[in-house]
């Protein structure tokens, strides 16, 4: 691990360099950066919702290119890129080999991000993190539509680079004397997921192309006007983007699996039902695209295939979960912050995939379909399970990065408080959604239910706002004042004993 | 790893295995029944566009932004639109269906009791999505 804040080097040595944990800092100060920007969007979208009529966003238009920048920010921008930033840290170290297998590559892979990001927020269009055809082609104002399109070009040749170099890393640069089932589970959640990307991101690459040649008017692969079909682009779309959840969640239960053992002083219950798990849902996420457009029109067999592909994904969620509790069970657990948001991630992700079912059950899906009810299941997932285990590694690798102690008890406090919040927002939008609050709307009719439960999530909201406030007190308070870390074992949870290689990283 | 056995997973496994199965016939069911049309239902053209509906009964009488419909009748939605991507919802009696362009989609209700209830669009379709509502009017026939 690197000691940035101990061993002071200039800026652009950082930025020039092209040393795994290098650009595994670059990704994770970059994420973070979109995560607050995100994160104050949420907070405009839950302010403007708390009462019926304009609060602080005056026309629609503005709500509209909020809540589509918000969601692309978070996704692409704030989740990818740090869990990008883990993978650079660990993967090498967890597979006993220098750097990742192409550095100049994974620097690349960064660098592409920043200027990504600049064509969202300088563009900050409003079709939605969808860009559904007909509308991003008719209707949709440029050049903000074409400059998230650019942007997401970019993002996309970006996550296919870090994927290759993920994969190369695993399978060819790691040590001879170690076999691939001996490899960590964090590093097979990478192979996982950057196996997934490697599959469904081209199909997403090649709908941009059409749909940006469409927009142009040379073609019209989607535009009804011109013969083309926009269920096209929904197929394209979900083809890429329901594995692309499953990229965001793998490598998130990957860190996990890396916390929970240790925080437990056990060993994993199962090391090959974690590995079984990985693969098989990154193979049947791809079974599962179609169940976002059971409302578009489709047949019922189509429909049947669809929902069964869907539950498929079940068994292997439930498996990791089941592990994780077989691990703490009987361990002595140390309930330090990373250990806090690690279980505070599986409670929320079982909330969440229990919530999926619905989702996928043909009747039940046309009572919740594109109402809050969605909104609430799947910020569930992104906030409640990936951020949460993406923050708790985040606390997890503090002092490995800063050699800097963050300060517990605020820790904890931010902990707390974003576990009340996202259980306030989140439950609160289900229930709206059963009683039919559309997503995506900047105003709403003064119907009392919608009133109050909508007030209970912006209460929420402004919960996580604050926690996320100390949160970034914290990081910055004690990556240059907290006190010293011990980095042999700064969590005072003893050895490594379950951990079967050395982290030592041959270069450092 | 580790010499405990796992048999405990591979029940478990099991048990959601089992009622992903259930919820998945129940639901295959469910489903099966409300797909089935009725013969003698009476289509209703529902046109969606920015940002307003447009209902054609049989007999060509046509209604912008409100509906009305009599009660132990079937209905049969014909959906269409002439722009951009919207969705048909009477979230009262779960119809739901995407209006979309270049397609005719189809759903089926049958109103049984006298009343007022929203229409709206449930797929973001641009500036003024929010506002794009309708009221159903079920009534006793006269």
């Known amino acids: 691990m690197v000691l940035e804040l101990q061993k002071p080097r200039p800026i652009w040595q950082i930025m020039f360099s092209t040393h795994h944990t290098d650009v595994g800092l670059l990704y994770l100060i970059t994420s973070l950066g979109f995560l ?6 949420a907070l405009a979208i839950r302010a403007e919702l708390f009462l019926p009529g304009a609060q602080i966003i005056t026309d629609s238009m503005t709500f509209n290119r909020i809540f589509t920048v918000h969601g692309t920010t978070l996704i692409f921008l704030f989740i990818l890129p740090f869990a990008s930033a883990v993978g650079n840290y660990y993967v090498p170290i967890m597979v006993r080999y220098k750097d990742m297998a192409y550095p100049k590559l994974n620097a690349i892979a960064f660098w592409m991000i920043p200027p990504s990001g600049a064509l969202i927020w300088l563009g900050f269009a409003d079709f939605t993190w ?31 680079l870090g994927a290759i170099n993920f994969v190369v890393t695993i399978l060819k640069c790691k040590h001879p004397d170690m076999s691939i089932g001996q490899v960590p589970l964090l590093a097979w959640s990478y192979l996982s997921s950057s196996l997934i990307i490697l599959v469904a991101i081209p199909t997403f690459a090649a709908a941009l192309l059409m749909l940006l040649t469409d927009r142009l008017g040379v073609s019209g692969f989607f535009n009804p006007a011109m013969g083309g079909d926009p269920i096209a682009y929904a197929h394209l779309f979900w083809f890429t983007f329901h594995p692309e959840v499953y990229v965001l969640v793998i490598p998130a239960i990957g860190m996990m699996y890396e916390i929970i053992p240790r925080f437990s002083r056990k060993p994993i ?34 429909k049947t295939v669809f929902m069964v592909g ?58 919740t379909h594109d109402t809050y009810w969605v909104v609430g299941h799947f910020h569930l997932f992104v906030m409640g399970t990936i951020a949460f ?40 939008q289900h229930v709206l959604g059963l009683y039919g609050m559309p ?30 406030a100390i949160f970034l007190a914290n990081m910055i308070y004690s990556s240059g004042k907290g006190k010293l870390a011990n980095t042999e074992d700064p969590f005072g949870v003893g050895g490594k004993y379950y951990y079967p290689f050395e982290a030592k990283n041959p270069s450092h | ?32 029944l409300v797909e089935h049309v009725p013969e003698d239902a009476e289509t209703i053209i529902v046109t969606g566009q920015q940002w307003f509906w447009t209902f054609e009964h049989e007999d060509g009488t046509k209604e912008i932004g409100e509906l009305h419909v009599e009660t132990g009748k079937a209905y049969k939605f014909e959906i269409v639109s002439t722009d951009v991507i919207h969705s048909f919802n009477i979230h009262d009696y779960v119809v739901l269906m995407d209006a979309v362009p270049g397609r005719v989609n189809t759903v089926w209700f049958a109103p049984d009791a006298p009343g007022v209830h929203d229409i709206q669009c449930r797929e973001y379709c641009g500036l003024i999505h929010y506002n794009m509502r309708g009221t159903l009017y079920v009534e006793d026939p006269a």
């Open chain 1, 36 to 41: 607050f920007l995100g994160g104050s969007l």
């Open chain 1, 130 to 160: 969808y860009a559904t055809p007909p509308y991003s082609i008719i209707s949709a104002p440029g050049p903000a539509a074409d400059m998230w399109i650019f942007g997401l070009k970019i993002l996309g040749i970006s996550s296919v």
């Open chain 1, 269 to 302: 219950y199962s090391y090959n039902s974690g590995i079984f798990a990985f693969v098989l849902l990154s193979i049947v996420g791809f079974s599962s695209w179609a169940h976002h457009m059971f409302a578009t029109g489709m047949s019922f067999t189509e």
């Open chain 1, 310 to 367: 869907t539950l498929a994904a079940v068994p292997a969620s439930a498996m990791h979960v089941f592990n994780f509790i077989a691990t703490m069970w009987n361990g002595r657990i140390k309930f330090s912050t990373p250990m806090m948001w690690s279980v505070g991630g599986i409670a929320l992700f079982f909330g969440a995939g229990a919530g999926g079912v619905v989702n996928s059950a043909m009747p039940l899906d046309f009572s």
């Open chain 1, 389 to 428: 285990g993406s923050i708790a590694f985040f606390y997890y690798m503090f002092p490995y990065v800063t050699g800097r102690m963050y300060n517990e008890t605020m820790g904890k406090i931010h902990f707390v408080m974003s576990f009340i919040g996202t259980i306030l927002v989140f439950f609160t």
């Open chain 1, 439 to 468: 997503r995506r709307i900047f105003d709403y009719p003064p119907i009392p239910e919608w009133i109050a439960m909508n007030q209970i999530a912006t209460v929420g909201a402004m919960i996580i706002g604050v926690s996320m």
């Open chain 2, 1 to 32: 790893m580790g010499g405990h056995s796992n048999w405990p997973e591979w029940i478990y496994v099991g048990i959601v295995i089992a009622l992903m199965t259930w919820v998945g016939a129940e639901a295959w069911e469910a489903e099966r």
